[in-house]
């Protein structure tokens, strides 16, 4: 079903330094844009902060989002924004609640485009069931941005059950991935570069919090890691954890699940997938004797299709990663240096 916010009239077409000056264009701007569309209690009272009420363990992130383009096949940079934040305390454990929102905008900007990120802001917060209760805006001179960039702030707390914490992974742990990898960046590769496949790639950006939250429900402390494989994709994040538990990990390439189409557009690009990033996907590290019944009862989910067991933590070659190659060989498969693609999350 198509979701449909019209755009209030205004007498203005373009983002101009006006708007982020804090007088009456800034006001007109975010009364009939953000205040209006975005409307819930906490907003409504248009304090310089939000006034919470939290209990317990709380979980807070942030992070910046400057995509290039904003608009991408399977999403938008607003979509991202909430999407990523969301899923950011997810991996903590923590049922998301709040969130900030602040935009820089660049002088010039499309008004129906900013409209169509708020909406799809909206749109994004009530799929994850997050307010956004405070923020900001500031507008750039035209040339010193890149049409927008938004940073996020996210609050959430954490389920009782929940024991997220690299000290749990242990030596036989296995680790799980959740859907295919990186179909994220390879939708905003291709867009940018103008590539055409049989079928459409698109970004698999989408809130995980659902998922987590039931499979932290089931299975409670057993679940002793989550991490989800943004930028620098699953060789980085992977990376990261054998350095800081000091463990080894052991891949296993044959088991990666892959689009056959991102697996194409990877060759043609000359990318490895391993180091694509992605947007709404997890792994997790769970014992062994659960893994089967993990993996059965995440594909049960429609975000969680293509869930595999894809490798194992190893006392064997610590804070090193290594994969069993579909043919037998084995490789050091390192974090990413330096960029491989540009501007995407």
Request: net charge negative; proline share 4%.
């Amino acid at each position: 079903m198509q979701y449909v916010c019209p755009m209030p009239k205004l007498d203005f077409d373009r983002i101009t330094l006006g708007h982020g000056s804090g007088g009456k264009l800034t006001n007109i701007l975010l009364q009939t844009g953000v205040f209006d569309l975005l409307s819930n209690p906490y907003l409504d009272e248009h304090h310089d902060g939000a006034i919470l009420e939290l209990q317990g363990p709380t979980a807070f992130t942030t992070d910046s989002f400057v995509v290039s383009p904003i608009f991408f096949p399977g999403g938008d940079i607003g979509e991202l924004a909430v999407n990523g934040t969301v899923n950011d305390l997810a991996m903590c454990g923590a049922k998301a609640q709040y969130l900030s929102l602040s935009f820089i905008i660049e002088e010039g900007m499309l008004m129906t485009d900013f409209w169509q990120v708020l909406v799809s802001i909206k749109r994004a917060c009530e799929i994850a069931g997050v307010q956004v209760v405070t923020g900001d805006t500031k507008v750039v001179e035209r040339g010193k941005g890149d049409q927008i960039f938004i940073n996020t702030t996210g609050v959430g707390q954490i389920l009782p059950t929940a024991k997220i914490s690299m000290n749990t992974v242990k030596e036989g742990d296995v680790i799980i991935v959740s859907d295919v990898i990186a179909s994220h960046g390879i939708a905003i590769m291709s867009k940018r570069e103008g590539l055409e496949f049989e079928s459409d790639i698109e970004s698999d950006t989408r809130p995980l919090n659902g998922v987590i939250e039931d499979l932290i429900s089931k299975y409670g402390d057993s679940i002793h890691l989550l991490k989800d494989p943004t930028r620098g994709g699953l060789s980085s994040v992977l990376n990261e954890i054998a350095r800081d538990s000091g463990l080894g990990i052991q891949l296993e390439e044959k088991n990666l699940p892959i689009n056959e189409q991102v697996k194409a557009a990877c060759e043609i690009l000359g990318l490895d997938p391993l180091y694509v990033a992605n947007e709404g996907i997890f792994i997790a590290i769970i014992p062994s004797n659960l893994a089967e019944s993990v993996v059965e009862h995440l594909k049960t989910k429609v975000e969680c299709r293509s869930a595999s067991i894809i490798g194992r933590i190893t006392n064997d070659h610590p804070k090193q990663v290594i994969i069993k190659s579909s043919i037998g060989g084995k490789r050091v498969v390192n974090m990413l240096v330096g960029q491989q693609l540009p501007r995407i999350c």
